[in-house]
């Protein structure tokens, strides 16, 4: 799955930039890591582990296409490594989001705010051993919720067109009945460069 979202990210933002060259496209890659509220135990005794920790990379792109400052947005990001379901070794698992955004960002010189809003899902990748279906073999299941998400982030241009971002993002989790909440919220900071847009230092 987190193939496919990427591919349909960037494609989607390539096609719509070679069309409208006046418009403006951002691309980035990210590092950085997810807090959460912390492991509870529920009405049955079970501890429910927390989100929280982690490394996540994570790319990014948008298409900037309305009077300079309005255009839409998507993203994933993952846990780099694999983590162990309530500290239990043979449930390893890997939390992967992914959204689309409407996006609302302005240049002011080298600093550019922006801010989103959008709907995606979170993706636990529970690992197995190795099971085949009709789409062929994988080493893992997947538990998928659907989840709101909020972000914002500022842009600095360092170089050119080349930008460094600090960014977070909240993600409003729905059902997200195998961790202690369904929200959690990732900061981090992104590498990118921006294509088209007039853009002039």
């Keep these: 799955m987190k193939k496919i979202a990427l591919v349909g990210i960037f494609s989607a933002l390539v096609t719509i930039a070679g069309t409208a060259r006046a418009q403006q496209m951002d691309v980035a890659f990210g590092m950085g890591t997810v807090s959460a509220p912390a492991t509870k135990i529920n009405s049955q005794g079970f501890p429910l582990p927390s989100l929280r920790g982690g490394a996540y990379p994570s790319f990014s792109g948008d298409f900037i296409f309305y009077k300079g400052q309005v255009g839409i947005n998507g993203e994933v990001a993952w846990r780099a490594s694999r983590s162990f379901y309530a500290g239990d070794p043979t449930q390893p698992y890997r939390p992967l989001f992914y959204d689309f955004n409407g996006i609302w960002t302005r240049r002011y010189g080298r600093v550019s705010p922006e801010a989103m809003a959008g709907i995606?899902?979170?993706?636990?990748?529970?690992?197995?051993?190795?099971?085949?279906?009709?789409?062929?073999?994988?080493?893992?299941?997947?538990?998928?919720?659907?989840?709101?998400?909020?972000?914002?982030?500022?842009?600095?241009?360092?170089?050119?067109?080349?930008?460094?971002?600090?960014?977070?993002?909240?993600?409003?989790?729905?059902?997200?009945?195998?961790?202690?909440?369904?929200?959690?919220?990732?900061?981090?900071?992104?590498?990118?460069?921006?294509?088209?847009?007039?853009?002039?230092?």
């Design 120 to 201: 995606g899902a979170e993706s636990i990748r529970i690992y197995t051993s190795i099971s085949c279906g009709f789409s062929g073999c994988t080493n893992y299941v997947s538990s998928n919720h659907f989840m709101g998400h909020f972000g914002g982030g500022l842009k600095l241009y360092v170089s050119g067109n080349f930008f460094v971002r600090p960014e977070a993002q909240l993600y409003l989790v729905r059902n997200n009945i195998e961790f202690s909440s369904g929200r959690a919220a990732r900061y981090g900071i992104s590498i990118g460069y921006t294509m088209g847009g007039g853009l002039k230092y």
